[in-house]
C-alpha cells in the first residue's frame, strides 16, 4: 500500500487547509488512518486518526477543536480538516495506515504557519 498527501502549503496565523490522503496500490480493508507530524528539532508526534468505518475519531489534546479528521466513503481517503492555525502547527504532516498491525507511512507535506 502506498500512500499520497497533498494539500500542504504556507498559510498565515488563523487559516485554514485541508490535507488528504490517498491509499493505492494494495487492499485496504479494515484499516485505521490517521496523522502524525514531525516539527524541526522534535519528535514525530501524533495529531488524529479515524477508524476504519469512520465512526470514532481521535485527536491530540493539542488540535482539539481546530482540526477535524474524516474519510471518504471508499475508505481509501483520509482528510486532516485544519482551522486556527498556528505557527506551533507548522511541521512536516504524514498520513499513516494501519492494517493488520503494519503501519504504512506516506512520505509526508510541509505545513508552514506564518505568524
Known amino acids: 500500500v502506498q500512500l499520497q498527501a497533498s494539500g500542504g502549503g504556507l498559510v498565515q496565523d488563523g487559516g485554514s487547509l485541508r490535507l488528504s490522503c490517498v491509499a493505492s496500490g494494495g487492499t485496504v480493508s479494515r484499516a485505521c488512518m490517521g496523522w502524525f507530524r514531525q516539527a524541526p528539532g522534535k519528535e514525530r508526534e501524533f495529531v488524529a486518526a479515524?477508524?476504519?468505518?469512520?465512526?470514532?475519531?481521535y485527536s491530540a489534546d493539542s488540535v482539539k477543536g481546530r482540526f477535524t479528521v474524516s474519510r471518504d466513503n471508499a475508505k481509501t481517503t483520509v482528510y486532516l480538516q485544519m482551522n486556527s492555525l498556528k505557527p506551533e502547527d507548522t511541521a512536516v504532516y504524514y498520513c499513516?495506515?494501519?492494517?493488520?498491525?503494519?503501519?504504512?507511512w506516506g512520505p509526508g507535506t510541509q505545513v508552514t504557519v506564518s505568524s
Open positions: 499513516v495506515l494501519r492494517q493488520s498491525a503494519i503501519y504504512y
Open positions: 479515524i477508524s476504519w468505518t469512520g465512526g470514532t475519531a
